[in-house]
Structure formats: structure tokens, C-alpha cells
């Protein structure tokens, strides 16, 4: 018998969470590999999952939770032996089949990725589902020209979003490269200092990119952007990017619509660059985490991190709904 967070949905429909003890027949048959669960993140989407929001969640009772690490138990594929450290992100886990917020997953083999020599099982998870994307943004980037010889001395990446858990890797991960980053943040004296830690350069307050423009062209301010806010920030952010550049879409934290311009892409031939880490390709998850071993600045994962356990995941979970979570909560199983 293992430690699980169950949700439930009672017969008016509501979801309600709680901790159990459950055993590996809960966890099914499909899937050719258990895991020991070391670490699990905590997302966005755990929030909106955890509090019965978006609908994201369709049969139960289940366990959610939709990335997590540890070492294989058990193996049915020939890919995985017992011992080995594992990576799972994406592939809709802890929505349509069980996740990580219990001591064991299982999990199909082609879901997961097996660790970078160099990292360990807490690292990844503090990358987690938010590194694997910043570094599909920044390829995306790369493969649109972002080089850092394009930079000179004024010239920055803009981040958007930049306290929460994309954006302050993101911001590390542009800055260990050398890049010179901006960041946009709502909570600039909260989380001012921890963006410095994390690289940044500038500090952009939310409210300064907030409003629309009246001017569709701005003055190129920004090579490139990563962005996970979208909305009206967006549109403004697209008037002001440097002939060429690009932003790579992330998230829409800031909202669905987009009320942009088409003048940006006809006469400064802008890129818009839609990023989804939930169904990449295994070959991309697997060059992207190597590249994150290899170049993530690794000593400022113990800034970007909290640890919880189980039981906080609750309070947390409706916390990160409200934007209230600085980096990445990691839950320790
Ligand atoms: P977090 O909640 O950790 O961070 C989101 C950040 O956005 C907040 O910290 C805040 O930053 C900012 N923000 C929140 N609300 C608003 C608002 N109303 N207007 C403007 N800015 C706001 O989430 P993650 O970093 O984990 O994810 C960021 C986004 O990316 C989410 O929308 C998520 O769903 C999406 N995502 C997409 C993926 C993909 O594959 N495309 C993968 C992972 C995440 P600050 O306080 O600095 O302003």
C-alpha cells in the first residue's frame, strides 16, 4: 500500500480531493513500467485539476498530477530496467490516466524520458513540465534566428510572466547563455530580488505592457520574447519587437484573446511561435532535457524552489490559480 491523492467527484459533480492509501491494482494494468515517485511539480493545470476547474479530468476517481521522477520498479519494455531514473511530462498524465501525486505510477514507456546522466531526480522536477517548455521556446527562437550575435549591448529578450515557474527558468536559462533578459512581472517588489537572482537585467512592471497601444508600431525594443501570459500583453509585445523577432507562445495566464495587429508581421516580418510541450515528440523531449543537464544553471534551482508534501498540495494548488507562487513547488513523496 502506497500514500495517493484521490480526487473524487460526488454525484452533483463536484470534485473533492483526499489522501489515501492505496495499492498497485488502483494504478491499473495499462502501462508497461511502475515507478517509485520521488518528485512531483505542481502546475497551473494541478490547480485547475485539483479544484475541479476546466474539465480537464473525466473519469474517476483519479489521481492527478501531471509530471513527475523517480526510479523504475518494475519494467514490461525492454527500454527500462529496475533503477533507472525516469522523467514524465505531458502526454495528458494525471488527466487521462493516473499521475504523480502518489508513491507509485504507471506509466506506458513511450511516455517517458530517462534522465540525463548529470541530473538528479529532484532537479528534473524542479525543471519539470515549465524547463522542458522554456527550452522548447528557446529553440523555437534559435531556429528563427535569435542568435546571441544579433545582440549588442541594448538589445534583451523579454519575458513575460517572468515570477511564475516558465518565466523564472526561462530567465535563468537565457541568462546563463548569455543573453541580456528582461522581465515582466505583476509583483515587482515581491519577486524584484528573485528575478535579479535568476538573471535579469530589467524589470518591467505588468501594468507598463498591460494597455493597448495607439500605435501598432512601436520602437523595436525586444529581439525576442518568451511568453506566457498572451492577451493584450501579447498584442502590445508584437509592436514592439526588432525586424525579425520573434515570441515563442507559451501560456495564457493574462487570457484567450488576442487583439493584435497584422502590421508587425507585414512590416517588421515577426514571428509567432506557438509552443505545446504536452504532445512533443519523445526525440525532442529527450535532446531538450540533455541540453538542460548540459546548460541550465543547476545552483539556482534551490532559489526557484519550495518543498511541500501531500498534504499542503491542496492550499498550494489554489494558490498557483491566483498567480501567487513564485518558481516551482516541488512535492516531495
Ligand atoms: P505560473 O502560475 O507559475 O506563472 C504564471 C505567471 O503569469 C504568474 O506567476 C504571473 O507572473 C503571471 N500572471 C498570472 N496571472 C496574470 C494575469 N492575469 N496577467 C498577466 N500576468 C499574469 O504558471 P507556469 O509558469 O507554470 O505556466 C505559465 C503559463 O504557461 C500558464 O498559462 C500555463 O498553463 C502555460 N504552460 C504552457 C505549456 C505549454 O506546453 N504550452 C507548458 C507549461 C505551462 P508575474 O507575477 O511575474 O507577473
Known amino acids: 500500500m502506497f500514500d495517493a491523492l484521490v480526487l473524487e467527484q460526488d454525484d452533483a459533480g463536484k470534485t473533492r480531493s483526499e489522501i489515501r492509501q492505496v495499492d498497485n491494482d488502483f494504478l491499473g494494468e495499462e502501462g508497461e513500467v511502475l515507478v517509485a515517485v520521488e518528485y512531483a511539480g505542481v502546475n497551473y493545470k494541478d490547480g485547475l485539476c485539483i479544484n475541479g476547474l476546466g474539465r480537464l479530468i473525466r473519469e474517476f476517481p483519479r489521481i492527478p498530477g501531471v509530471e513527475f521522477s523517480g526510479e523504475v520498479l518494475e519494467s514490461r519494455d525492454a527500454r527500462y530496467k529496475q533503477g533507472d531514473k525516469v522523467i514524465a511530462t505531458g502526454w495528458r498524465i494525471g488527466e487521462i490516466s493516473h499521475g504523480g501525486y502518489a508513491q507509485r505510477a504507471r506509466i506506458k514507456a513511450d511516455q517517458l ?119 493584450q500583453m501579447l498584442a502590445r509585445i508584437l509592436g514592439q519587437l526588432s525586424y525579425g523577432g520573434s515570441v515563442a507562445a507559451i501560456g495564457n495566464a493574462g487570457g484567450n484573446d488576442l487583439p493584435a495587429n497584422v502590421l508587425p508581421f507585414l512590416l517588421r516580418g515577426v514571428n509567432l511561435l506557438g509552443i505545446d510541450s504536452v504532445f512533443q515528440p519523445c526525440e525532442h523531449r529527450v535532446a531538450a532535457w540533455e541540453r538542460l543537464a548540459a546548460q541550465f544553471p543547476m545552483e539556482k534551482l534551490e532559489t526557484i524552489v519550495t518543498e511541500i508534501n501531500l498534504g499542503s498540495l491542496e492550499e498550494t494548488s489554489k494558490a498557483i490559480l491566483k498567480g501567487e507562487i513564485q518558481g516551482r513547488c516541488l512535492v516531495c513523496l
Open 113 to 231: 524520458v530517462p534522465m540525463p546522466a548529470s541530473m538528479t531526480t529532484r532537479q528534473a522536477m524542479i525543471l519539470g513540465t515549465p524547463g522542458l517548455t522554456a527550452m522548447f521556446g528557446l529553440q523555437a527562437l534559435e531556429a528563427h534566428g535569435l542568435t546571441l550575435s544579433k545582440g549588442d549591448d541594448a538589445a534583451e529578450v523579454l519575458v513575460t510572466g517572468a515570477a511564475g515557474g516558465v518565466g523564472s527558468i526561462s530567465v535563468a536559462l537565457l541568462s546563463a547563455l548569455g543573453y541580456r533578459v528582461a522581465a515582466v512581472t505583476g509583483r515587482i517588489d515581491a519577486s524584484g530580488d528573485f528575478l535579479r537572482q535568476m538573471g535579469a537585467h530589467t524589470l518591467i512592471a505588468r501594468d507598463d505592457l498591460s494597455e493597448a497601444s495607439a500605435r501598432p508600431l512601436e520602437s523595436e525594443r525586444w529581439l525576442s520574447c518568451i511568453d506566457n501570459v498572451g492577451g
